[in-house]
């Protein structure tokens, strides 16, 4: 079981890494991948998708599932 | 409908002159194209801004334009819909983003553009860094929510 997990912006700044790989041995939703990640407390503002969805932090993710977390956007 | 993310510098006008003859919009079918152009400020937050990086989710973006598209452009009843949005290294008075909406009458385009607009500024996942003047370094932009419709 693989999980691709994204960090993007200001996050990927304060966190010092832009993603990773990770093989959990069980279950995960969002929030558990975070706490796989990184010690930090989640932002308040902290958003989330999988597989290229808004996701809220209680989802859960599966095999193959690409994860990312990233501050608010900020386009146009 | 035409959705394209740009890393290099783009001419607005000329997309939305060139466009109608490259898309399957017949001539004469609509009476109304709405546009909206966006440009690089060289000041924000009262400060001087010399550059700006855009970054952007590959692949998110992408998907979250074209879905929201295809429901503007129903919803609206457009004839067509042209969005195109900078990325990397943008200085002031450069286009970050272009969205540009034909219809029959000018309310629908109108009302399209604006609410493409407004989904684009408030779900897109783009991120801005400044880079501001003298030493003030860099600053990431936070988000403002987008404009009621």
């Known amino acids: 079981m693989t999980i691709s997990v994204k960090i993007f912006a200001s996050l990927r700044e304060d966190l010092g890494i832009d993603g990773a790989n990770i093989r959990p041995s069980h279950k995960m939703t969002a929030l558990d991948v975070w706490k796989h990640i990184t010690d930090k407390k989640p932002p308040d503002n902290l958003l989330c998708a999988v597989n290229h969805q808004y996701a809220g932090f209680d989802s859960t993710v599966q095999d193959g599932d690409e994860i990312a977390f990233f501050p608010p956007v900020n386009g146009g | ?149």
Not at chain 2, 63 to 75: D, G, T, Y
């Open chain 2, 1 to 149: 409908m035409h959705i394209q993310i740009c890393p290099q510098a783009f001419n607005p006008w000329s997309e939305v002159a060139d466009y109608p003859a490259r898309s399957e919009m017949k001539p004469g079918s609509y009476g109304a194209c709405s546009v909206f152009v966006g440009f690089m400020r060289d000041f924000n937050l009262g400060d001087k801004v010399q550059c700006m990086e855009l970054e952007h989710y590959h692949g998110m973006t992408e998907k979250l334009l074209a879905e929201h598209a295809q429901k503007v452009n129903q919803q609206y009843g457009l004839a067509d819909l042209l969005i195109i949005h900078r990325v990397g290294m943008i200085y002031p008075q450069d286009p970050i983003v272009l969205v540009a909406a034909w219809s029959a009458h000018r309310a629908e385009a109108f009302d399209g553009c604006r609410d493409m607009m407004e989904y684009l500024k408030a779900k897109a996942t783009f991120w801005k860094k400044e880079s501001l003047e003298g030493s003030e370094g860099q600053r990431w932009v936070d988000n403002r929510k987008a404009m009621p419709l």
